[in-house]
T-cell receptor, first 113, second 112 residues
Framework: EAQVTQNPRYLITVTGKKLTVTCSQNMNHEYMSWYRQDPGLGLRQIYYSMNVEVTDKGDVPEGYKVSRKEKRNFPLILESPSPNQTSLYFC????????????FGNGTRLTVT | KQEVTQIPAALSVPEGENLVLNCSFTDSAIYNLQWFRQDPGKGLTSLLLIQSSQREQTSGRLNASLDKSSGRSTLYIAASQPGDSATYLCATPSGSQGNLIFGKGTKLSVKP
């Protein structure tokens, strides 16, 4: 089954403790992206990657890191999480084409205390 | 910088009604515009994607139109059903194709 898989689905952590949220897709998509969704603010893009070893900042990259060493994986790293990073996070992927729709994972709900 | 607005934020209709959801954008030089559905606690599901050269796309009871000159897209849902209840979002690239900007969505409730 074609899918975007995020892990974990739920995560509670404390301020300053480094964490990684994994994202993997099995569709051989070139493009991958991370979003956060907050009430009243909607979905905002954190980082995106057009292909392996190519990453760019979205609208809210501060406090986050990403890497794209393999085509299928695009982990989101929070080196020193803070409470304002409490949010619902989504990973998405698509082919590198104008005609390609975006496929989303089921989300990771992160709470930083 | 591209801004995407969806009005209304919420909409409640009786089952069977035809309805229109609106999406407006400030920069008409878009590559494409995509409509999504989000169910509570779930990720987004792509419904329709309209290229900048197209005027509309159809999938079943859904029809999306695009008018770049006026900076508007509409999602038409025919014969609404309770199962259509969800939040509907539109999104379009800003600047580079990689940087997607989302509207805040319209929460649709279809009453039996």
């Amino acid at each position: 089954e074609a899918q975007v898989t995020q892990n974990p689905r739920y995560l509670i952590t404390v301020t300053g403790k480094k964490l990684t949220v994994t994202c993997s897709q099995n569709m051989n998509h070139e493009y991958m992206s991370w979003y956060r969704q907050d009430p009243g603010l909607g979905l905002r893009q954190i980082y995106y990657s057009m292909n392996v070893e190519v990453t760019d900042k979205g609208d809210v990259p501060e406090g986050y890191k990403v890497s794209r060493k393999e085509k299928r994986n695009f982990p989101l790293i929070l080196e020193s999480p803070s409470p304002n990073q409490t949010s619902l996070y989504f990973c998405a992927s698509r082919r590198d084409s104008d005609y390609s729709p975006l496929h989303f994972g089921n989300g990771t709900r992160l709470t930083v205390t | 910088k591209q801004e995407v607005t969806q009005i209304p934020a919420a909409l409640s209709v009786p089952e069977g009604e035809n309805l229109v959801l609106n999406c407006s954008f400030t920069d008409s030089a878009i590559y494409n515009l995509q409509w999504f559905r989000q169910d509570p606690g779930k990720g987004l599901t792509s419904l329709l994607l309209i290229q900048s050269s197209q005027r509309e796309q159809t999938s079943g009871r859904l029809n999306a139109s695009l008018d770049k000159s006026s900076g508007r897209s509409t999602l038409y849902i025919a014969a609404s059903q309770p199962g259509d209840s969800a939040t509907y979002l539109c999104a379009t690239p800003s600047g580079s194709q990689g940087n997607l900007i989302f509207g805040k969505g319209t929460k649709l409730s279809v009453k039996p």
